[in-house]
């Protein structure tokens, strides 16, 4: 049974209506559904040793039962219509043996989320999880994993997306006659990807920049999608890209800032954000948003567990711009302890970091505030892992990962400013 705070709903549609030309759009990553549930089993029976505190609707250390995701799709329904749907990939289980495993996993969301909003565009991009061996993702057409995902996303995709998403896994879908989501394969750029060779990989990189071309011709507006994102972890510090490609990438989306309204990134299971600078003046240009995931389970070497989480997006529909999240969560433990998941608002950045709006500018703002207000990273932090129980203290060289690598894409940079 889901439950939610009826002011926690209110709250959200106050933000919701502040604007007449305002639209939503639900955002869930990172399901990883473990269809299994052996890691749960050995939780609850307590032959586990994870410390976890697993229950009814997940573990700390565990990915995401098949309740866990129904619960957080019947969530969504009390939220009204979204314009459209982003399902930022990565939902098959870390625990997955078989590639037939992942389509599992992925054919049962579909289904969940289409039969939950039957009239709403569905927008999903491939994670490193949604191919088995995972990351090893291949250029087609003829790669087994596109064949089949083309079949099942048959009513999901645009019939304009066959030939390019069969070549890569990566499309382009105009939700209105303002704005056009354009979905990137960027398992092709991950360093634990051994099966990629070309400088293009699959000619994804040559087909962005027409895109954005077009768009700019036409006078329209983007948001980039996509499950891993550009740059660095901000955990680690690590690279999320091989070099070649991040410097690729950035590079194109610094040619078209008139373009690209928002990027849209999960994989990284945590809460955070990346602003992109001006190389010559050194103004913030873009600004990319990274949801956290619904799988517990943390993905990144180092990170902790998270809780459950899913966002709903206000965006103006005239202006394309990003206006604010509603950022929310479950607590697992007490959820676990009460017998019912209870989904609750855990943030909203224009009220937690004073933000005027999710544009480069305001976002900036919210950097230097973390950079220079203790209490606001503290705040960060904490959402930072969907204030998670288990989240360690932040010294001062967990500081300085997490400011770097929100403030430089640029590997060179990054490293320097990690260097100190």
């Given at each position: 049974m889901?439950?939610?705070?009826?002011?926690?709903?209110?709250?959200a549609?106050?933000?919701?209506?502040?604007?007449?030309?305002?639209?939503?759009?639900?955002?869930?990553?990172?399901?990883?559904?473990d269809?299994?549930?052996?890691?749960?089993r050995?939780?609850?029976?307590?032959?586990?040793?994870?410390?976890?505190?697993?229950?009814?609707?997940?573990?700390?250390?565990c990915?995401?039962?098949?309740?866990?995701?129904?619960?957080?799709?019947?969530?969504?329904?009390?939220l009204?219509?979204?314009?459209?749907?982003?399902?930022?990939?990565?939902t098959?289980?870390?625990a997955?043996?078989?590639?037939?495993?992942?389509?599992?996993?992925?054919?049962?969301?579909?289904?969940?989320?289409?039969?939950?909003?039957?009239?709403?565009?569905?927008?999903?991009?491939l994670?490193?999880?949604?191919?088995?061996?995972?990351?090893?993702?291949?250029?087609g057409?003829?790669?087994s994993?596109?064949?089949?995902?083309?079949?099942?996303?048959?009513?999901v995709?645009?019939?304009?997306?066959?030939?390019?998403?069969?070549?890569?896994?990566?499309?382009?879908v105009?939700?209105?006659s303002?704005?056009?989501?354009i979905?990137l394969?960027?398992?092709?750029?991950?360093?634990?990807?051994?099966?990629?060779?070309?400088?293009?990989p699959?000619?994804?990189?040559a087909?962005?920049?027409?895109?954005?071309?077009?768009l700019?011709?036409?006078?329209?507006?983007?948001?980039?999608?996509?499950?891993?994102?550009?740059?660095?972890?901000?955990?680690?510090?690590t690279?999320?890209?091989?070099?070649?490609?991040?410097?690729?990438?950035?590079?194109?989306?610094?040619?078209?800032?008139?373009?690209?309204?928002?990027?849209?990134?999960?994989?990284?299971?945590?809460?955070?954000?990346?602003?992109?600078y001006?190389?010559?003046?050194?103004?913030?240009?873009?600004?990319?948003?990274?949801?956290?995931?619904?799988?517990?389970?943390?993905?990144?070497?180092g990170?902790?567990?998270?809780n459950?989480?899913?966002?709903?997006?206000?965006?103006?529909?005239?202006?394309?711009?990003?206006l604010?999240?509603?950022?929310?969560?479950?607590?697992?433990?007490?959820?676990?302890?009460a017998?019912?998941?209870?989904?609750?608002?855990?943030?909203?950045?224009?009220?937690?970091?004073?933000?005027?709006?999710?544009?480069?500018?305001?976002?900036d703002?919210?950097?230097?505030?973390?950079?220079?207000?203790?209490?606001n990273?503290?705040?960060?932090?904490?959402?930072?892992?969907?204030?998670?129980?288990?989240?360690?203290?932040?010294?001062?060289d967990?500081?300085?990962?997490?400011?770097?690598?929100?403030?430089?894409?640029?590997?060179?940079?990054?490293?320097?400013?990690?260097?100190?």
């Open positions: 889901v439950r939610a705070c009826v002011l926690v709903v209110a709250v549609c106050a933000c919701w209506c502040a604007h007449a030309s305002s639209h939503t759009f639900f955002w869930l990553s990172d399901a990883h559904l269809q299994d549930v052996s890691c749960l050995g939780s609850a029976s307590g032959s586990s040793s994870s410390g976890g505190g697993g229950g009814s609707f997940g573990d700390y250390y990915d995401s039962p098949e309740v866990l995701v129904d619960e957080c799709i019947a969530f969504l329904q009390t009204g219509t979204p314009e459209f749907v982003v399902w930022s990939g990565n098959g289980s870390h997955a043996t078989s590639e037939d495993d992942v389509l599992k996993a992925i054919s049962t969301v579909t289904t969940k989320l289409t039969a939950a909003f039957p009239s709403v565009p569905l927008v999903p991009c994670g490193g999880f949604d191919v088995y061996p995972s990351f090893q993702m291949a250029e057409p003829g790669f994993l596109f064949d089949s995902l083309a079949q099942t996303w048959t009513a995709l645009p019939t304009s997306a066959a030939t390019t998403f069969q070549k890569g896994g990566y499309y382009a105009s939700v209105s303002t704005l056009t989501l979905v394969n960027t398992v092709y750029y991950s360093p634990q990807n051994a099966l990629v060779t070309d400088d293009d699959a000619d994804q990189f087909w962005l920049q027409l895109q954005l071309k077009e700019r011709s036409a006078g329209t507006q983007a948001f980039i999608v996509a499950s891993i994102p550009v740059g660095g972890d901000e955990i680690n510090g690279e999320n890209f091989a070099p070649k490609f991040n410097q690729r990438l950035l590079d194109i989306i610094a040619t078209f800032p008139d373009v690209i309204s928002g990027q849209l990134y999960g994989h990284e299971h945590t809460d955070s954000f990346r602003v992109f001006n190389s010559v003046s050194d103004l913030p240009e873009q600004v990319a948003f990274i949801t956290p995931s619904l799988s517990p389970l943390p993905t990144i070497a990170a902790p567990p998270t459950p989480a899913v966002r709903v997006v206000t965006y103006d529909s005239a202006s394309v711009t990003l604010g999240y509603q950022q929310y969560y479950a607590d697992l433990a007490a959820s676990n302890a017998g019912e998941l209870t989904w609750q608002l855990e943030y909203e950045p224009l009220v937690a970091f004073g933000a005027k709006d999710l544009t480069p500018i305001s976002m703002a919210v950097l230097l505030s973390l950079m220079y207000s203790e209490g990273f503290t705040e960060y932090y904490q959402f930072n892992a969907v204030t998670s129980p288990l989240q360690p203290r932040c010294a001062s967990c500081f300085s990962r997490q400011m770097c690598v929100l403030r430089y894409l640029n590997y060179q940079n990054m490293d320097a400013c990690l260097a100190g």
